[in-house]
Nanobody, 131 residues
């Protein structure tokens, strides 16, 4: 069973920065497409960034490209989302996700990513950006 634990959310002013972390002991042996999604109440879960199995190739939603960076620390089993120049519209619950076994190519090869291709989810961490 893959368990993901997010941290790093909080409240920040417009223009500020936050770094979200997602840890899992499974990262030590799991090679899969990984992603960060976000969700606002009443709206669909939105893919923000994906990281392919090579832990190098990434892709971003147009709304965050140039401001957010997804990365993985393989030595410490942590997936990160560095968020800079935050805007009020970035306010959401953020989730890290790992693709279901055998679906990594599909999960990372589709844009926007579909949450149905991801089997493992963290509990979410809230990010609130205010002016």
């Amino acid at each position: 069973q893959v368990q993901l634990v997010e941290s790093g959310g909080g409240s920040v002013q417009t223009g500020g920065s936050l770094t979200l972390s997602c840890t899992s002991s499974a990262f030590s042996y799991l090679t899969a497409c990984m992603a960060w999604f976000r969700q606002v109440p009443g709206q669909e879960r939105e893919g923000v960034a994906i990281l392919q199995e090579d832990s190098i190739t990434s892709r971003y939603a147009p709304s965050v490209k140039g401001r957010f960076t997804i990365s993985k620390d393989n030595a410490n089993n942590i997936l990160y989302l560095q968020m800079n120049s935050l805007k009020s519209e970035d306010t959401a619950q953020y989730y890290c996700a790992v693709a279901r076994p055998g679906f990594s190519r599909q999960a990372c090869g589709t844009w926007p990513p579909s949450h149905t291709d991801f089997d493992y989810w963290g509990q979410g961490t809230q990010v609130t950006v205010s002016s």
